[in-house]
């Protein structure tokens, strides 16, 4: 099947301009009402306790690592505006236990008395710009676990970008509102790969996903990899196999999860060795080149911090910590959280993070007495995985590497944000699989939004345990539509 055959099958129609019409309505209500309802949100264009990790945590990760971020905003606060007290409950990063605010430290000796400055002024215009209670629970958040290219990427232009002699109010508008411009840029590339209809079914699935619109504006480059991963989905349905490894490559290298997309492209290979398709797998091993080389890149970019390649031992170390600590987080979305859920007899609803910590253990410890069924039913579905993936067009392979993602880790919710993209992805299958795709996830997200009415992170047990269902149905039926409706043989392509 070409390229522009499978686009044909699968669209649901550009020249249906009733259908565009109805996109277009849906994105401006999303957008214009559901997006404004945020509980706890101080603005959708600025949401300060949001900012703050990614700001201070990029701008200052030379001095303060993946670790230090709580311990020097505390140290900072003492020497301006003290709104955080000795007994405030602070997450230790190293352990991820709460303590006191006066039992974690600040490596001073790590900043000249000129950033040190920099950062008591930072601190200290962050925690202005919202009421004191706003930020009582905010140090018991993870920290922050962006990539050491993130942090020199952004850091240095946080650094040297000349928006920054803007005033207060420009500042916070402009530059924590970069999102939009990367989900722009997304939406854009979608629509010269595969037409208006299809970016318009993502636009509306990225501006409805738990309510993101709030969450798209009011952040500093969360979403800097998501267009990187609509150019590798792009690239790839072109056959320009280098291109697609190296914009996947550059997702990863931002945010290491898209990583897992390569495992579709794994799969592909190994069929076209099967059938012979030298062509197929030429493709495979020119993306994985290019994937290993540009993230190489990524990586030494990464070690020009004067951390050196050692910022990547300690991110890993962090990322190990917070990782396991996340298997049992209640509104974490993943294969190990749903089987944690289910194994524990702690069932328990909190109201903060600080309340669920014991929780969380409980469900971890439950996790691990049982393995053997973890690791069982993470096979299954990568077997599944494997299939769908063998039965589906070359160009439309990428789609399901969301049941690895499922199956591998533990992330939070904002993450799967990607499923925006599946209408896309998933452009070049049959028609009848390309609407139970569609169906399913627009479902899935509209239902989601409808539950959590823009905001995804509850500690109610129960509530959340919905969408984890949900999640979980909808990742094994996406796995299961390829073999439900299989393509005859000769529909492959060569």
Same mark, same amino acid.
């Given at each position: 099947?070409?390229?522009?055959?499978g686009?044909?099958?699968?669209s649901?129609?550009?020249?249906?301009y009733?259908l565009?019409?109805?996109?277009?309505?849906?994105?401006?209500w999303l957008?214009?009402?559901?997006?404004?309802?945020h509980?706890?949100?101080?603005?959708?264009?600025?949401e300060p306790?949001?900012?703050?990790?990614?700001?201070?945590?990029?701008?200052?990760?030379?001095e303060?690592?993946p670790f230090?971020?709580?311990g020097?905003?505390?140290a900072?606060?003492?020497?301006?505006?003290?709104?955080w007290?000795?007994?405030?409950?602070?997450?230790?990063l190293?352990?991820?236990v709460?303590v006191?605010?006066?039992?974690?430290?600040?490596?001073r000796?790590?900043?000249?008395?000129?950033r040190?400055m920099a950062?008591?002024?930072?601190?200290?215009?962050?925690?202005?710009?919202?009421?004191?209670?706003?930020?009582?629970?905010?140090l018991?958040?993870?920290?922050y676990?962006?990539?050491?290219?993130?942090?020199?990427v952004?850091g240095?232009?946080?650094?040297r970008?000349?928006?920054?002699?803007?005033d207060a109010?420009?500042?916070?508008?402009?530059?924590?509102?970069v999102?939009f411009?990367?989900?722009?840029?997304?939406?854009?590339?979608?629509?010269?790969?595969?037409?208006?209809?299809?970016?318009?079914?993502?636009?509306?699935l990225?501006?409805?996903?738990f309510?993101?619109?709030?969450?798209i504006?009011?952040?500093?480059a969360?979403?800097v990899?998501?267009?990187?991963?609509t150019?590798?989905?792009?690239?790839?349905?072109?056959?320009?196999?280098?291109a697609?490894?190296?914009?996947?490559?550059?997702?990863?290298g931002?945010q290491?999860f898209?990583?897992?997309?390569?495992?579709?492209?794994?799969?592909?290979?190994?069929?076209?060795?099967?059938?012979g398709?030298?062509?197929?797998?030429?493709?495979?091993?020119?993306?994985?080149?290019s994937?290993?080389?540009?993230?190489?890149?990524?990586?030494?970019?990464?070690?020009t911090?004067?951390?050196?390649?050692?910022?990547?031992?300690?991110?890993r170390?962090?990322?190990?910590?917070?990782?396991a600590?996340?298997?049992g987080?209640?509104?974490?979305?993943?294969?190990?959280n749903?089987?944690?859920?289910?194994?524990?007899?702690d069932r328990?609803t909190?109201?903060?993070?600080?309340?669920?910590?014991?929780?969380s253990r409980?469900?971890?410890a439950?996790?691990?007495?049982?393995?053997?069924?973890?690791f069982?039913v993470?096979?299954?579905?990568?077997?599944l995985f494997?299939?769908?993936?063998?039965?589906?067009?070359?160009?439309?392979a990428?789609?399901?590497?969301?049941?690895?993602i499922?199956a591998?880790?533990?992330?939070?919710?904002y993450?799967?944000?990607?499923l925006?993209?599946?209408p896309?992805?998933?452009?070049?299958?049959?028609r009848?699989?390309?609407?139970?795709?569609? @169906? *399913?996830?627009? %479902? +899935? &997200? #509209?239902?989601n939004?409808?539950? !959590?009415?823009?905001?995804?992170? =509850?500690?109610t047990?129960w509530?959340?345990?919905?969408?984890?269902?949900?999640? @979980? *149905?909808?990742? %094994? +039926? &996406? #796995?299961?539509?390829?073999?439900? !409706?299989r393509l005859?043989?000769? =529909?492959?392509?060569?």
């Open positions: 099947m070409s390229d522009e055959a686009r044909q099958d699968a649901p129609g550009d020249g249906r009733s565009s019409a109805i996109l277009v309505c849906l994105a401006v957008a214009l009402f559901a997006g404004f309802q509980p706890g949100y101080t603005s959708a264009f600025f306790r949001a900012v703050f990790h990614y700001y201070l945590g990029a701008k200052y990760f030379d303060i690592g230090d971020l709580y020097c905003v505390i900072a606060d003492r020497e301006s505006d003290r709104i007290r000795p007994d405030t409950p602070v997450r230790n190293h352990t991820y709460i006191p605010a006066g039992l974690v430290f600040c490596p000796e790590r900043f000249t008395p000129e040190w950062f008591v002024r930072d601190v200290s215009w962050f925690t202005r710009q919202a009421t004191p209670a706003d930020w009582a629970l905010a018991t958040d993870k920290g676990n962006a990539t050491p290219f993130f942090s020199v952004v240095q232009t946080i650094d970008a000349t928006v920054l002699q803007l109010t420009r500042r916070s508008f402009v530059l924590f509102n999102d411009v990367f989900l722009a840029i997304a939406v854009w590339i979608v629509w010269r790969s595969a037409g208006r209809t299809v970016a318009l079914f993502t636009l509306v990225a501006l409805g996903f309510g993101s619109f709030g969450r504006g009011g952040n500093l969360q979403y990899w998501f267009p990187c991963l150019a590798a989905v792009a690239a790839w349905r072109m056959r320009r196999a280098a697609s490894g190296a914009a996947l490559a550059i997702a990863t931002f290491m898209p990583a897992l997309f390569a495992l579709p492209v794994v799969v592909v290979a190994l069929r076209s060795v099967v059938r398709d030298r062509a197929g797998w030429t493709r495979a091993v020119v993306f994985s080149v994937l290993a080389a540009v993230f190489g890149l990524c990586v030494a970019i990464g070690s911090s004067p951390r050196g390649v050692d910022a990547w031992r300690v991110w170390q962090k990322m190990e910590i917070h990782s600590y996340l298997r987080e209640v509104f974490d979305i993943g294969l190990s749903v089987i944690a859920g289910a194994v524990s007899a328990a909190s109201n903060s993070y600080e309340e669920d910590i014991p929780h409980a469900r971890q439950a996790l691990e007495a049982h393995r053997r069924l973890w069982s993470s096979a299954l579905l990568i077997g494997v299939a769908a993936v063998w039965s589906v067009p070359e160009q439309a990428l789609a399901f590497g969301f049941v690895p499922y591998l880790l533990a992330l939070s919710p993450y799967y944000f990607a925006a993209l599946l896309f992805m998933a452009v070049g299958l049959p009848v699989q390309y609407n139970a795709v569609i @169906g *399913a996830v627009a %479902v +899935l &997200l #509209a239902v939004l409808a539950i !959590w009415n823009g905001s995804y992170i =509850s500690f047990y509530w959340h345990a919905v969408t984890q269902l949900l999640m @979980g *149905a909808f990742i %094994v +039926l &996406l #796995a299961l539509i390829p073999l439900l !409706w005859p043989p000769e =529909s492959h392509p060569a």
